[in-house]
T-cell receptor
Framework: GIQVEQSPPDLILQEGANSTLRCNFS?????LQWFHQNPWGQLINLFY???GTKQNGRLSATTVATERYSLLYISSSQTTDSGVYFC???????????FGTGTRLKVLA | GAVVSQHPSRVICKSGTSVKIECRSL??????MFWYRQFPKQSLMLMAT?????????EQGVEKDKFLINHASLTLSTLTVTSAHPEDSSFYIC???????????FGPGTRLTVT
């Protein structure tokens, strides 16, 4: 089956710093979503981004489907950005999502 | 819009008993819902795909007789953990497929503890 790897697995930042999270997937996909899982476990959808670039405030994401990767950029990080970031993809021909390994982010005040 | 709820949010049960978790799409109809399990500090693992009016499709390694899934209406899917054991303790999350084919909306999760 499809493999979805994220890097780095853990990241510690000072407040105000910028970061780039990466998601690599092993097969072609029809979509990709980025999520932030808050400390209570709720998954918050950040981007629905099968290809191209999108921006929402301090966050932006780029997916290069032909090269099978996506990047999530966080600028001017805040302590509330802490949590786990997941990318998830549906293998071609399906609607079910396979989640990546996750990046655990901690932003220090 | 596109809100998914789960009930209960947290449940503790004794080993050997069964527990039912509900997943509801509140403001849209969902012909397909998905159930995931997440152990501490791990990623979400897809357990099964639930289609309204038909049998669920389970992922490899998931015991269908232990994790009973019923999708009786376009807004409700239930997961019943039968004869629960401490190793079933986990965070269970459902999602519902929206009107745009590849978008999914996730519930807040149910934390199950089996003592």
């Amino acid at each position: 089956g499809i493999q979805v790897e994220q890097s780095p697995p853990d990241l510690i930042l000072q407040e105000g710093a910028n970061s780039t999270l990466r998601c690599n997937f092993s097969d072609s996909v029809n979509n990709l979503q980025w999520f932030h899982q808050n400390p209570w476990g709720q998954l918050i959808n950040l981007f629905y981004i099968p290809s191209g670039t999108k921006q929402n405030g301090r966050l932006s994401a780029t997916t290069v489907a032909t090269e099978r990767y996506s990047l999530l950029y966080i600028s001017s990080s805040q302590t509330t950005d802490s949590g786990v970031y997941f990318c998830a993809v549906p293998p071609s021909g399906t609607y079910k999502y396979i989640f990546g390994t996750g990046t655990r982010l901690k932003v220090l005040a | 819009g596109a809100v998914v709820s789960q009930h209960p949010s947290r449940v503790i049960c004794k080993s050997g008993t069964s527990v039912k978790i509900e997943c509801r799409s509140l403001d849209f109809q969902a012909t397909t819902m998905f159930w995931y399990r997440q152990f501490p500090k791990q990623s979400l693992m897809l357990m099964a795909t639930s289609n309204e009016g038909s049998k669920a499709t389970y992922e490899q390694g998931v015991e269908k007789d232990k994790f009973l899934i019923n999708h009786a209406s376009l807004t409700l899917s239930t997961l019943t953990v039968t004869s629960a054991h401490p190793e079933d303790s986990s965070f269970y999350i459902c999602s519902a497929r929206g009107s745009r084919a590849y978008e999914q909306y996730f519930g807040p999760g149910t934390r199950l503890t089996v003592t």
